[in-house]
């Protein structure tokens, strides 16, 4: 598992997107972007990411649906940390993300240290899954002695 925190970003808000994209780039993480919820289940598959910045409401597929979808899918990518980004600040809206799943809510514009502290989590998360994979094959090997 490499070391290096790869961050899908799902936002049908072009510029949105591809800002976020740039900002995690210069905090050293490897980036995808999808502008919607079909093209951010497809990528999501593909590009395996450790975070995941999903807008709540896009046309076509929601947040919500697309975190469903993935985690029923299995698989790499069902483990990682989903962080919804909105715009919708109501309580309603953030029950709903809650019930769904999503480890963290997040109104738009997102703050430059709030961005860095999950990211911070999300390395924390990702190294934690690394170094239960490592134990496994190495418990594994053990086994076979």
């Known amino acids: 598992?490499?070391?290096e925190l790869r961050v899908l970003i799902v936002d049908d808000?072009?510029?949105?997107a591809s800002s976020l994209g740039c900002?995690?780039?210069?905090?050293?993480?490897?980036?995808?972007?999808?502008?919607?919820?079909?093209m951010g289940l497809r990528m999501a598959v593909l590009f395996k990411p450790d975070l995941v910045f999903l807008d709540l409401e896009m046309p076509g597929a929601n947040?919500?649906?697309?975190?469903?979808a993935v985690r029923g899918l299995g698989g790499p990518a069902a483990d990682a940390m989903f962080v919804c980004l909105t715009g919708t600040?109501?309580?309603?809206?953030e029950e709903e993300?809650?019930?769904?799943g999503f480890d963290e809510f997040v109104r738009k514009p997102i703050a430059y240290l709030t961005l860095a502290e999950i990211v911070?989590?999300?390395?924390?998360?990702?190294r934690g899954q690394a170094s239960r994979s490592r134990g496994s094959v190495g418990e594994a090997a053990n086994l076979g002695a």
Not at 13 to 16: A, K
């Open 1 to 3: 598992m490499s070391s």
């Open 13 to 16: 808000h072009v510029d949105c």
């Open 23 to 38: 900002l995690l780039e210069t905090m050293g993480c490897r980036t995808a972007t999808a502008f919607g919820g079909e």
């Open 63 to 68: 947040g919500c649906e697309v975190l469903a």
């Open 89 to 93: 600040g109501t309580a309603h809206a």
């Open 97 to 100: 993300c809650a019930a769904a």
């Open 120 to 126: 911070a989590r999300a390395r924390d998360r990702h």
